[in-house]
């Protein structure tokens, strides 16, 4: 009985510690909407990502002017910071969910809406969080910069998601076409702050897409999500995409 007893308390033991690792799992999901003005739009979006329930959401391409943020509410996210430019274009967002205790600390903005970064804590554990949306044109040099410019926030810590509008191997197009001089120096980048790409780190051989090209006929992975290799402790990768015509709701989430 007395052995029984101990079986029960050690179950109970480890019932409590799954519970802590449940409570310290941290999900996240990026999404490119490609402009949220029309009111259908932003209620999809709101379903999407009640749907999915992710810890945070990071979100590209809303168009949103700073006049406009107002629209995109979310039930369970009342938390939503938002960059933006002054013409409805570009435009990006981080949705965090009433669930886990965030404290926010410090938030930098692009004036452009080209990116937002915030620094916080969750559960009294330092978080940094960047939200990126390259553009069309010269996507790889401007991550580099931009990742160049940040490079004293960056540490074991962050996590830096978006739409890079960039493929990163040739593993993450359908045409497996080598990639330019360019993207290679974004990649040397990432070498030198310690960063990788979370889903290909995982899924060194899986070929997943987010984005279908019309003009081209081809699919990509140009949405992304990089953390550092000192605080790498992801154990499982869901990995999720859906497109909408040519630039679309593509997702990705951990």
């Known amino acids: 009985i007395q052995t029984k007893g101990k079986e029960v308390e050690n179950f109970e033991k480890k019932r409590k510690s799954d519970k802590m690792a449940i409570n310290t799992y941290l999900s996240i999901a990026t999404l490119n909407v490609n402009g949220l003005n029309a009111p259908i739009k932003c209620h999809r979006v709101a379903n999407w990502i009640k749907k999915q329930d992710p810890c945070i959401c990071c979100i590209q391409e809303t168009h949103f002017r700073p006049k406009d943020t107002h629209k995109l509410k979310v039930k369970g996210w009342k938390k939503i910071l938002h960059a933006n430019g002054k013409e409805k274009k570009a435009g990006v967002a981080i949705l965090i969910s009433d669930k886990i205790d965030f404290k926010t600390k410090t938030v930098t903005r692009d004036k452009e809406g080209h990116y937002i970064m915030i620094k916080g804590t969750i559960q009294q554990e ?15 040099k401007y991550i580099k910069q931009l990742l160049t410019d940040i490079k004293g926030e960056i540490d074991s810590n962050t996590i830096i998601v978006g739409d890079f509008n960039t493929p990163l191997t040739p593993m993450d197009r359908s045409s497996k076409q080598k990639i ?42 140009i949405d992304h999500m990089l953390g550092h290799k000192a605080g790498l402790k992801y154990k499982n990768t869901l990995y999720n995409s859906a497109q909408n015509k040519e630039k679309n709701e593509s997702g990705f989430r951990l």
């Open 126 to 140: 330092n978080i940094t969080l960047v939200n990126i949306y390259a553009p069309n044109i010269g996507a790889p």
């Open 180 to 221: 330019n001089k360019e993207t290679l120096a974004l990649n040397d980048t990432f070498d030198q702050l310690d960063l990788v790409d979370i889903y290909r780190t995982f899924h060194p051989k899986t070929t997943e897409y987010t984005f279908f090209s019309n003009a081209h006929g081809t699919f990509s992975r």
